[in-house]
């Protein structure tokens, strides 16, 4: 027999980290006179005391049972329901405790779960039948068992980048028949103007992530995507993923991510300089960054699987411009037995490196390096030889 529901209750609630939430309350039991104001009261009380994420498990609940037990109430059990609502519809929204940033399906209202709007931009996906016959092309007619649409949230930052550095760069020129190291230092002032996408989610990692980030980038610099009006917001609101990283949060971020960059392009241009670099050591770096404001974007990508003589394989396209970003294809018979020869061939100039190391080195550590290094490769390719698939970017 089912419990009977002695009180129901919706209350909206700011949270101690500032959220506003609507949380229902049903309790189970008998019902009894003003337990329903009792319950609102309790819910309204504890709610606010608490954070966001605590609201999710069996501590709010169980406080709930207590306070009402204190108030002389008996009953079964209580179930809480918690859930945004939109400022501009008022519809019910769904939310991951991570969500901080969101756009409503009913009405294609976009902002924060503080309530504050927010302007979002996008570029416009390739149809499924595109992407399908993407897919066709690069697998010589493969057919999709599935394609998954989500729009990636991005934000996105244009940055000035002033680094003065040096830096100590090991590399080889030739003398006669051999290779003598030679040591340099260098330094130099540059600038750079930087266009940095920043996924805006806890977990950054995805299929073809890093690919993805490049395609964005590109795709900004060459068309930068519209703001979304409100229809177009209510289309896409289905397909994408709620940014988890606020404005402030990538800022913060951003900067660490900027010297990062600053420092390889550094490394890249000491480099450069040189013939046969073996090391660049920067031992000096001075970077000073100034970034935007960045905007939030919302760029759309096609994870997909597919079927192909017999097996099923997982595959990543930019909705914006359908370049490929990652994508598993079968080994074929011809390409095993390549790796194959190949891995027969590394072990067998290893052993004859082994071997004539042996007779001319009195200590063998070259016997041993040249050993570790060619029965290492040989395995590798050998394992790959017999792998269910390749990666093709």
Same mark, same amino acid.
């Given at each position: 027999?089912? @419990?009977? +529901?002695?009180?129901?209750? !919706?209350?909206?609630?700011?949270?101690?980290?500032?959220?506003?939430?609507?949380?229902?309350?049903?309790?189970?039991?008998?019902?009894?006179?003003?337990?329903?104001?009792?319950? !609102?009261?309790?819910?309204?009380?504890? &709610?606010?005391?608490?954070?966001?994420?605590?609201?999710?498990?069996?501590?709010?609940?169980?406080?709930?049972?207590?306070?009402?037990?204190?108030?002389?109430?008996?009953?079964?059990?209580?179930?809480?329901?918690?859930?945004?609502?939109? *400022?501009?519809?008022?519809?019910?929204?769904?939310? #991951?405790?991570?969500?901080?940033?969101?756009?409503?399906?009913?009405?294609?209202?976009?902002?924060?779960? %503080? &309530?504050?709007?927010?302007?979002?931009?996008? /570029?416009? !996906?390739? *149809?499924?039948? @595109?992407?399908?016959?993407?897919?066709?092309?690069?697998?010589?007619?493969?057919?999709?068992?599935?394609?998954?649409?989500?729009?990636?949230?991005? /934000?996105?930052?244009?940055?000035?980048? !002033?680094?003065?550095?040096?830096?100590?760069?090991?590399? =080889?020129? =030739?003398?006669?028949?051999?290779?003598?190291?030679?040591?340099? #230092?260098?330094?130099?002032?540059?600038?750079?103007? +930087?266009?940095?996408?920043?996924?805006?989610?806890?977990?950054?990692?995805?299929?073809?992530?890093?690919?993805?980030?490049?395609?964005?980038?590109?795709?900004?610099?060459?068309?930068?995507? =519209?703001?979304?009006?409100?229809?177009?917001?209510? #289309?896409?609101?289905?397909?994408?993923?709620?940014?988890?990283?606020?404005?402030?949060?990538?800022?913060?971020?951003?900067?660490?991510?900027?010297?990062?960059?600053?420092?390889?392009?550094?490394?890249?241009?000491?480099?450069?300089?040189?013939?046969?670099?073996?090391?660049?050591?920067?031992?000096?770096?001075? *970077?000073?960054?100034?970034?935007?404001?960045?905007?939030?974007?919302?760029?759309?990508? /096609?994870?997909?699987?597919?079927? @192909?003589?017999?097996?099923?394989?997982?595959?990543? %396209?930019?909705?914006?411009?359908?370049?490929?970003?990652?994508?598993?294809?079968?080994?074929? *018979?011809?390409?095993?037995?390549?790796?194959?020869?190949?891995?027969?061939?590394?072990?067998?100039?290893?052993?004859?490196?082994?071997? %004539?190391?042996?007779?001319?080195?009195?200590?063998? =550590?070259?016997?041993?390096?040249?050993?570790?290094? &060619?029965? &290492?490769?040989?395995?590798?390719?050998?394992? @790959?030889?017999?792998?269910?698939?390749?990666?093709?970017?």
């Amino acid at each position: 027999m089912e @419990s009977e +529901i002695a009180a129901q209750t !919706t209350v909206s609630v700011s949270t101690r980290d500032s959220r506003i939430v609507y949380i229902s309350a049903t309790a189970y039991g008998t019902p009894q006179p003003n337990l329903t104001d009792t319950l !609102t009261r309790i819910i309204s009380d504890i &709610g606010s005391r608490l954070d966001y994420w605590q609201l999710y498990g069996d501590k709010f609940r169980l406080q709930v049972l207590n306070e009402l037990s204190k108030y002389g109430y008996k009953v079964e059990n209580v179930e809480v329901a918690v859930s945004y609502r939109c *400022p501009n519809c008022g519809a019910a929204i769904e939310l #991951n405790p991570e969500a901080i940033i969101y756009v409503c399906k009913y009405c294609g209202w976009s902002g924060d779960i %503080f &309530g504050k709007n927010l302007k979002i931009y996008a /570029w416009p !996906t390739l *149809p499924r039948q @595109s992407v399908e016959q993407l897919v066709k092309r690069f697998t010589g007619g493969a057919k999709i068992v599935e394609a998954d649409l989500k729009y990636v949230p991005y /934000w996105i930052f244009k940055a000035s980048l !002033t680094v003065n550095y040096a830096a100590k760069v090991v590399y =080889k020129v =030739k003398r006669g028949k051999k290779y003598v190291r030679r040591e340099a #230092n260098v330094g130099e002032k540059f600038e750079k103007e +930087i266009v940095y996408p920043l996924v805006a989610r806890l977990n950054a990692e995805f299929y073809g992530d890093l690919e993805m980030q490049g395609n964005v980038e590109y795709n900004f610099r060459k068309k930068p995507p =519209k703001e979304v009006t409100s229809q177009e917001a209510r #289309n896409i609101a289905p397909y994408v993923l709620s940014p988890e990283i606020s404005r402030d949060e990538a800022k913060e971020i951003i900067v660490d991510k900027l010297e990062d960059v600053g420092l390889n392009i550094a490394k890249d241009r000491a480099k450069s300089r040189f013939s046969n670099v073996e090391s660049v050591h920067v031992y000096y770096y001075e *970077p000073e960054i100034k970034v935007s404001d960045p905007i939030l974007v919302m760029a759309p990508y /096609w994870f997909i699987i597919y079927k @192909s003589k017999g097996g099923i394989y997982s595959g990543a %396209f930019s909705g914006i411009d359908g370049d490929l970003l990652k994508l598993e294809v079968p080994i074929t *018979p011809a390409e095993r037995l390549v790796r194959l020869l190949g891995a027969w061939l590394v072990a067998a100039l290893t052993g004859l490196g082994v071997e %004539f190391f042996l007779n001319t080195s009195s200590s063998g =550590k070259e016997s041993i390096v040249i050993a570790v290094i &060619g029965l &290492g490769s040989a395995l590798a390719l050998t394992k @790959s030889a017999f792998s269910e698939a390749k990666v093709r970017r």
